[in-house]
Nanobody, 127 residues
Framework: QVQLVESGGGSVQAGGSLRLSCAASGYTNTRGCMAWFRQPPGKEREGVAA????????VYADSVKGRFTISQNNATNTVYLQMDSLKPDDTAMYYC????????????????????WGQGTQVTVSS
């Protein structure tokens, strides 16, 4: 049973930084992807960043390029999202997701590619 547990959300002023963590358990070394999605209030869920689990290739949404960095520690099955220069528009519930098959590499920011989801962690950025 794959489980994903997010942590690190909180409230911060615009321009600040937060680091989200996602601890994954229940799988090892599959050719898949890990990703972060977010859902602002009243809006649809959107892909923020993704990383392939074996090769470490990263993909970012245009809205966060240059500000967010996704990384992983395969030894501990943990994925991180470093968020810098935060803006009020970044306010959302952030979700960690895992895809345990290689199909995600074609559409890494498409939520339909992901089989497993965490419970979410809230990020609030004030102006």
């Amino acid at each position: 049973q794959v489980q994903l547990v997010e942590s690190g959300g909180g409230s911060v002023q615009a321009g600040g930084s937060l680091r989200l963590s996602c601890a994954a358990s229940g799988y090892t070394n599959t050719r898949g992807c890990m990703a972060w999605f977010r859902q602002p209030p009243g809006k649809e869920r959107e892909g923020v960043a993704a990383i392939t689990t074996v090769s470490g290739i990263t993909v970012y949404a245009d809205s966060v390029k240059g500000r967010f960095t996704i990384s992983q520690n395969n030894a501990t099955n943990t994925v991180y999202l470093q968020m810098d220069s935060l803006k009020p528009d970044d306010t959302a519930m952030y979700y960690c997701a895992a895809a345990l098959n290689g199909g995600c590499r074609s559409y890494p920011l498409n939520f339909a590619q992901y089989n497993y989801w965490g419970q979410g962690t809230q990020v609030t950025v004030s102006s």
